[in-house]
């Protein structure tokens, strides 16, 4: 998995912060002028596998670091959006839970 080896270091990406299971590095093909991934450190496929109180905890732990991100790369005043595509209809490419952090421009709504 692409982002099980960027986790580890295995494959070079942009870190921008860590917490202790979770990690966020810049995308490869920015969608806005700010553009993050934060993922967990572990695998898992998508947020639908992320059940019980263990996904409820890593959930939480991509959220707040998607946060203190955001806030770090000044997004907060303006304000970002956090998207998490889920699954084929979700949109999905990669199979490693990941929360988009996007911003530096106006969002639309609704998304494509
Ligand atoms: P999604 O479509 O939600 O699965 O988003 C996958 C994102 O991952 C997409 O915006 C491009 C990004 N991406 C894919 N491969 C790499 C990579 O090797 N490095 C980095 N930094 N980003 C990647």
Redesign the pocket.
């Known amino acids: 998995c692409?982002f099980c080896r960027?986790a580890t270091g295995e494959?070079p990406?942009q870190i921008v912060a860590r917490s202790d299971h979770a990690v966020a590095?810049?995308?490869?093909?920015p969608q806005a002028p700010t553009h993050v991934?934060v993922i967990p450190t572990s695998h898992l496929a998508s947020a639908a596998e992320a059940t019980g109180e263990a996904g409820a905890a890593l959930l939480g732990e991509v959220m707040a670091l998607g946060v203190r991100v955001a806030a770090e790369l000044g997004l907060a005043e303006a304000g970002y959006r956090f998207v998490m595509?889920t699954g084929r209809e979700g949109?999905?490419?990669?199979h490693h839970l990941?929360l988009?952090v996007l911003g530096g421009r106006q969002m639309r709504w609704p998304p494509g």
């Open positions: 692409i960027i494959i990406a590095f810049r995308d490869l093909s991934l595509n949109g999905q490419t990669v990941h988009h």
